[in-house]
């Protein structure tokens, strides 16, 4: 939500003219919203007010700089990605953004499962780890058998409300044994 304040006078006793670039809009409100924001959104912002009486005009505020940014991806990696029986196997989730604070959740794909997560256009879903929700970037299953053969992803969030990564692209573990 983007606000003009004007020092005089009371809101409604103005109109405004919001500017982006070179489009302009007029509204009878002082704030603007966007209520999905799209990389398209990005750009200078500016507005200004004209009194109701049409009489004086303020002028135009400062731009603001709004700056949309897609999600960083989540990247994953599998060490070793064959295993023999009582292996034990690392998985690491990286954030393309270099920054800290991050939670790692960490996830095996299975079969479609209608109530599951689905990603790839229900071609799998897939389910929490247990354990995730941690600090740590990595995160070992000893010893790995047999059921841990399939695809894993993870992602990572931080904040509150929490802001989360793309999900990972899937990477696959076999385990062989019995």
């Given amino acids: 939500t983007l606000r003009c304040n004007i020092q005089r006078g009371e809101v409604t006793d103005w109109k405004y003219t919001w500017h982006k670039e070179y489009v302009e809009f007029l509204s009878r409100e ?15 912002y500016r507005c200004l007010g004209t009194h109701i009486d049409q009489k004086k005009h303020s002028e135009w505020s400062d731009a603001v700089r709004l ?10 990696s599998v060490s070793p990605q064959w295993l023999n029986p009582g292996d034990s196997v690392t998985l690491r989730c990286g954030v393309e953004e270099s920054s800290t604070g991050w939670r790692f959740f960490w996830y095996q794909t299975v079969p479609y499962t209608a109530g599951l997560l ?20 990595s995160y070992t299953l000893i010893p790995a058998g047999p059921s841990h053969t399939g695809g894993y992803v993870c992602r990572a969030g931080r904040g509150d409300p929490v802001y989360n990564t793309l999900y990972s692209e899937p990477q696959f573990l076999w385990s062989g044994g019995n």
Avoid: F, H
């Fill in 67 to 76: 700056t949309v940014t897609d999600k960083p991806q989540a990247v994953l």
């Fill in 118 to 137: 689905s990603l790839s256009d229900r071609s799998y879903s897939v389910e929490a780890l247990s354990g995730s929700g941690t600090t740590e970037d």
């Fill in 30 to 44: 002082n704030q603007y919203e966007i209520s999905v924001v799209k990389i398209s959104d990005n750009g200078d």
